[in-house]
């Protein structure tokens, strides 16, 4: 049997350990994978007041507190799992749309596996797929 060397698990704006996390982070340690945890943030424009005025980003405000939140999500798996090869947890935000910036990252990165909890869209039951996990899917 073919094992995983490099797993991909999407966040997709979790900030807990999901069902979905706790499988990727099991077959990371039974394969000695790599597991990195990305999310996708989409971009937004800073108003032109706010950007002179303070001089900030408002996107790169959001990439860092996207960028903590899954550092302290993998600081959690790390002590949840004592048996976790700490150097083998990585994090990682991307910009742009969700699920076009997911399969270039696949692409580019060589990932054997990608892993994401299914969402169901707002007002439909929790058994169908979201719009994002479809275009994944295809």
Known sequence: MKRFKN?????DSSEEITPALR?????AESNHARLTVVDVIEP???PDEISSRFD?????????????????????????????DDSLVYTKV???????EIIRYVQ????????????APAG???K???SVDLHLLR
């Open 7 to 11: 797993i991909l698990f999407f966040a």
């Open 23 to 27: 499988r990727a982070v099991q077959l």
């Open 44 to 46: 937004m424009k800073t």
């Open 56 to 84: 900030i980003d408002l996107s790169e405000i959001l990439r860092e507190q996207r960028k903590q939140t899954l550092e302290t999500l993998s600081q959690s798996i790390e002590q949840d799992e004592d048996h976790l």
């Open 94 to 100: 991307l910009s742009g749309i969700p699920f076009v």
């Open 108 to 119: 580019s990165g060589g990932f054997d596996l990608l892993i994401k909890m299914a969402r």
């Open 124 to 126: 439909i039951s929790e």
């Open 128 to 130: 169908g797929f979201g």
